[in-house]
């Protein structure tokens, strides 16, 4: 019977470290760390994740805005403020909340993000930066799994490593991460052929492609740490992801549940790469 890792009690442990830290800025330098994020129009889903990491960012001593802005912005607009954003020496990390409304470019949009603000870890510097193995902002959610396995003692080196989903957010990031820590790396997908067969050789599965339950508990290699990224809303309105959860726990040695395990950490994650963008910009 696998252990469960605990997304929510490590993503506290990351807070309290956010805290110290945010905490060092101010005194060295006089001013909160400055995190701002963008919030077009008004889905459901979207105004609550900003609103959770805005109560986040004040309970570690963060300072910042939510800038609110109405879901017929034009692109002109809002690339207006991302540019004002920039230029403001108070504000150390930029956010905008994606998905934006389809008459918008997201690509566009993060690419107008200075990519030493960039906290979503998602321009193509940053990305750039990652390829090549060189320090820079990298994505919350891929950089909070790295965390969960160092967590539990799980050494990537010279394992093997399967990532399913191959999103420029998750799945292409994190393999990199794992690649950066000596593993051999697998990306796999939805279409690739006898996935089963795939997964069963893996140390290590990240599953990330959003699809409810796709990986098999039977596929799970005895002893392999599994991490579930997905989050899928089923009919019955619960929550599963994208592994089997009690037939691979039944197997592995390690798993995240879901809800509570990948989640909170994501979160954390940028509270962290926040302060590390001021600490970069503002160097001791």
């Not at 949009?109 to 902002?137: F, M, Q, S, T, Y």
């Not at 799980?154 to 998750?170: E, H, N, Q, W, Y």
């Not at 996935?195 to 959003?210: M, P, S, Y």
């Not at 395990?261 to 001791?284: D, K």
């Amino acid at each position: 019977m696998a252990g469960i890792i605990d997304g929510k009690a490590l993503a506290q442990t990351v807070r309290a470290e956010v805290k110290t830290r945010a905490a060092a800025f101010a005194a060295r330098t006089g001013r909160e760390v400055g995190l701002d994020v963008v919030l077009v129009g008004e889905d459901p889903a979207s105004e609550v994740y900003v609103r959770n990491k805005e109560r986040a960012a004040r309970k570690a001593g963060i300072a910042g805005r939510v800038h609110r802005l109405s879901a017929d912005t034009s692109q002109h607009a809002l690339l207006g403020l991302v540019r004002e954003l920039n230029a403001d020496d108070a504000i150390d990390g930029i956010l905008v909340q994606l998905p934006l409304p389809r008459h918008l470019d997201d690509q566009t949009v993060v690419d107008a993000i200075d990519p030493a603000k960039d906290v979503d870890g998602l321009h193509p510097v940053n990305a750039g930066l990652l390829a090549v193995g060189r320090p820079g902002l990298r994505p919350c959610t891929p950089s909070g799994c790295m965390r969960m396995l160092d967590h539990v003692g799980f050494d990537p080196k010279g394992k093997r490593a399967i990532v399913i989903g191959r999103s420029t957010l998750v799945g292409k990031p994190i393999a990199m991460m794992l690649l950066e820590r000596h593993a051999t790396v697998t990306i796999a997908h939805s279409r690739t052929v006898a996935l089963g067969e795939e997964v069963a050789r893996a140390d290590l599965v990240v599953a990330a492609v959003g699809r409810p339950r796709l990986i098999e508990g039977e596929w799970i290699k005895p002893g392999a740490v599994v991490i579930d990224v997905g989050i899928n809303r089923l009919d019955d309105g619960s929550l599963a992801g994208d592994v089997a959860f009690e037939a691979a726990r039944e197997r592995a040695s390690y798993i995240t549940p879901v809800p509570g395990g990948v989640g909170p950490m994501t979160i954390a994650m940028l509270l962290s790469n926040a302060v590390t963008a001021a600490e970069a910009r503002v160097p001791a």
